[in-house]
């Protein structure tokens, strides 16, 4: 196996684990709050309907965290493994937050998981509701945690690259768990599995609707997923906007290819719809567009708050713009050069102890230290992204994203003002929205991860240079394994979830 | 002691009486198996830590890696 396929093999791989976790993950997040407000309701009111209700969710909850649970533990096998530059690269910045994850949130929620599920009958009704809220909680936390290791590969601060051990050091453990690439992250995403949880609830009760069983139990959960849906996908809206700020200040390749914007321009607008033109190449003439709806002004309000703000296109981004202060690829290419040069004269120099060179090269590194990655680029055009995938992936999300506030808007309405079981395509709807929510959360990841390539760390290490697989094993097969054992996994949540749904609230657990 | 006695009872009366949850537990020991056992074992036994013996070494590796002039 050559390098360039087994870099391009981990990368799948590693696609494929986060893909499939990615499944699990948000409907944790999303359903624990849906089930914490519902028990709430029976706690508050002592009405037993209530008590079913939650036990029902409760139960798929369950299905959906003991089969997602430890997916992402391959992941850290990945880093270890098909990772070892990057996993060493990035020292404790990565290692501290997966830490306290893995101790903290994850050690909470596994605690107060098992009150939640054998406690009904054993602790008070009180203590069982703070355990049930204590588990949402808790699986947030994990998410905290992940995301703030992810936002510092997005943004990297807080930290020192150290020449001697080829580590980054902490400098500041706030400045990395408040950067705020990874609260916005934080938000948008845990927002996200809030609106997959919602989408989940109503779709099921929809089903129960349409099929006229357990009305009361339906309708109760479609006020309880409609409302929560409601409030969280106008969040997520807030939340996503914030995103895309800090893309457009930290990552604006990323936020150029999301646009299809190939030239920058002042009071930019943002492609409400759009066919990229495939034949585009990057410095010619040809539109960018076979057709679009643009909504004028808007991406340079999102991006910098400024109706007049110039916003970069790929063209000023690869090939510099001065009159925006905007320094070409090539400049910073020459820039990553001497940094890695000063790296490797600074290993030279501690070969051979001569510590007055190794301070005057470590000087020269950190002076360019944060062009470093670039170093690795022979050609300006090598920083694009795949510009389709972003595109597409973005706007697919944004497009899905509206959809869903009108549905929770429509759902609750029918359910508060009219008879909502007559409106058959709204459950219908509601029924099938459930596979786009997934749909839209892995569009977002696709946007986040694909958007930003060709790094592994923002502007620090390109993944072609993140990739060092150690192990003696084809990854190849170890990536047809996991497509099955994970293919396995969902098949097998998806039989016993509509299995139990199809047994209903009182059918027992 | 006796809080002891009640959580050992507490978490030995729960699982004796899970329905729904003895397949969930099957599915995840199995799937820890698999993960734990066979991809940890075959797959991914190989990293940093296992190839080199100290920090040096693996800092010279991976400083190796970054500064290789490109064939």
């Known amino acids: 196996m050559n390098e360039l396929a087994s870099v391009d093999w981990s990368r799948a791989q590693f696609a494929l684990t986060a893909i499939y976790h990615f499944l699990f993950v948000p409907l944790t997040l999303g359903l624990s709050f849906i089930i914490a407000i519902m028990e709430t309701i ?115 601060i807080g930290m020192h690259f150290n020449p001697a051990s080829a580590r980054n050091e902490m400098e500041n453990f706030f400045d990395v768990v408040f950067s705020p690439v990874a609260i916005a992250k934080f938000l948008h995403t845990v927002s996200s599995g809030y609106v997959i949880g919602a989408l989940f609830v109503i779709g099921i009760s929809a089903w129960f609707l349409l099929k006229n069983r357990e009305v009361l139990f339906a309708k109760r959960s479609l006020v309880v997923g409609a409302s929560f849906g409601l409030l969280t996908s106008l969040f997520l809206t807030i939340s996503g906007d914030e995103s895309a700020y800090q893309v457009a200040q930290h990552q604006p390749v990323k936020l150029a290819a999301m646009e299809g914007l190939y030239k920058g321009e002042s009071r930019a607008g943002i492609i409400a719809f759009g066919i990229l033109n495939p034949d585009k190449r990057l410095g010619d003439d040809a539109h960018e567009f076979l057709g679009d709806i643009e909504l004028p002004y808007m991406l340079s309000l999102l991006g910098y708050r400024n109706v007049d703000a110039f916003v970069g296109g ?96 429509l759902m609750l309405f029918f359910t508060l003002k009219r008879d909502v079981q007559t409106q058959k395509p709204l459950l219908y709807a509601a029924l099938w929205s459930i596979p786009l929510g997934y749909i839209a959360a892995e569009a977002g990841w696709i946007v986040a991860e694909v958007g930003r390539q060709p790094w592994a760390i923002q502007d620090l290490m390109p993944t072609h240079m993140a990739a060092t697989h150690l192990g003696s094993g084809n990854i190849a097969l170890s990536f047809s394994l996991f497509a099955l054992l994970f293919t396995a996994l969902l098949i097998a949540e998806i039989k016993i979830m509509l299995k139990q749904i199809a047994i209903g609230p009182n059918g027992g657990h | 002691m006796r809080l002891l006695l009640w959580v050992f009872h507490f978490y030995k009366d729960g699982f004796m009486h899970l329905s729904l949850g003895k397949t969930l537990w099957k599915i995840l020991f199995v799937k820890l198996l698999i993960m734990v056992v066979v991809f940890k074992l075959f797959f991914f036994s190989t990293t940093l830590n296992t190839r080199f013996s100290n920090d040096d070494e693996r800092s010279d590796f991976v400083l190796e890696n970054l500064t290789k002039e490109k064939k």
């Open chain 1, 314 to 409: 790929l063209e000023d981004l690869v090939y510099g713009n001065a009159a925006h202060g905007l320094p070409s690829a090539q400049e910073r290419i020459d820039s990553g050069k001497i940094a890695l040069k000063a790296l490797s004269d600074f290993r030279a120099a501690k070969a051979q102890n001569d510590t007055e060179a190794m301070k005057t090269h470590e000087a020269i590194l950190q002076a360019h230290m944060k062009d470093f990655g670039y170093g690795y680029f022979e050609k300006p055009e090598q920083i694009v992204p795949p510009i389709a995938l972003s595109f597409y992936s973005f706007h697919i999300m944004v497009s899905l994203g509206m959809w869903f506030i009108v549905l929770f808007a």
């Open chain 1, 42 to 156: 029976y706690v508050a009111t002592n009405d037993h309907a209530w008590k079913k209700i939650t036990q029902f969710w409760m139960g798929l909850f369950a299905i959906n965290f003991a089969i997602g649970v430890a997916t992402g533990l391959i992941m850290e096998f990945e880093f270890g493994t098909n990772w070892a530059n990057y996993a060493w690269f990035v020292g404790d910045i990565f290692g501290a937050p997966l830490a306290i994850e893995g101790i903290l949130a994850f050690f909470m929620e596994s605690t107060f998981f098992a009150v939640m599920f054998f406690g009904w009958n054993k602790v008070g009704p009180k203590f069982h509701l703070l355990s049930t809220w204590l588990v949402a909680v808790g699986s947030n936390l994990s998410a905290f945690w992940i995301l703030v290791a992810n936002g510092w590969m997005q943004y990297p």
